[in-house]
């Protein structure tokens, strides 16, 4: 077994799951979007235990994410977010993910495909509240709604939006949530009038789970809530980090002041110091922008990444005298809150806690903890 591995604990991501439960009640379902292999911590492993905490839905990018979880035997409902190719669709429809739609091409090819493979085809109408990334406007959500539900082979369940600041308390930003909320339940309301059922409703991500009662409606899509990073840290969820990055130490050495560490020479030891190696670097996706910068938990204590991460390796201050020993265990992050976690990591080098854990390369074994 590799020294470094991304420990995945489960027990956290079902602690998450009862979290944002108790916030949105028992008849609102839960979507788990397991897309970019569940946000790096491993789609199948996270898909099987969530659903079996009685998640309802699941939500992937690509087809082949959707694929990858039909194949492993998982058979509840898979949303596909992004818009597939004109050759990608017959495996949409064999896989039986369902697809959001937006225009009448994609609607139509998605038919033709349901038609090909002889199989009808769930799919839900995706509507631009204020994203602007897919959606149809709302003025043009009727008439495909039409569309979708005289298809002989395409079935209507579901009716969706996005929100882009959820996320935020900022009375502008709620505001505008709110107005987003108004027009897709306000579509709902249309679609009913002309006979036609919406199905399931849904709009949240974890920010709107948060700040947003009204948004919650038939089903809501946390993500990064449910991998343990609060969405609105001022508003606290109570979530716990499920992926802890973990190494071990390989080489111990005494270093002189004035002795300079990793490329660039860019730290020398100011003082007469220990230094460990450990077997992690950007390679593993401990990302380059760490260096100087990081700090690792290794027997209760942080100690400060020096000198360049680079793509194999990187190096720790002990100080002198740490009782520190060679093969003991480093934590690059993490829920033990005496150390980072991979939203620290974000703060400090100027990104999000989703794209720390999806840089957690290929290289990584996920170890999956019950
Ligand atoms: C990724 C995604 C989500 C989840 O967002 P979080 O911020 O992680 O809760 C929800 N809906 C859509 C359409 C997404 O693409």
Redesign the pocket.
Known sequence: MRATRALIHLQNLRHNIDAVRGKIGPSCRICL?V?ANAYGHGAVDIARAAVDHGVEYL?V?TVSEGAQLRDAGIDKPVLL?NQALPEELDGLVSNRLIPVAADRDYIAALSAAAARVDQDLALHLKVDTGMGRIGCAPEAALELARLIDQDPRLRFSGLCT?FPSA?SLDPEDREFTRKQVGLITKLADTLRAEGISPGLVHAA???GVVTSPESLLDMV?????LYGYE?VPEAPLGVRPVMELVTRIVFIKKVRAGQPVSYGRTWTAPHDTEIATLPVGYGDGYNRLLSGRGEVLVNGRRYPVVGRVCMDMCMIDLGPGSGIGLHDQAVLFGPDPAGWSAADIAARIGTIP?EVTCWISQRVPREVLP
Do not use: E, Q, T, V
């Open positions: 979007p897309k939500a990018a977010l996005h996320d991500n974890s920010g899509r946390p993500g990064i809530a969405p989703y």
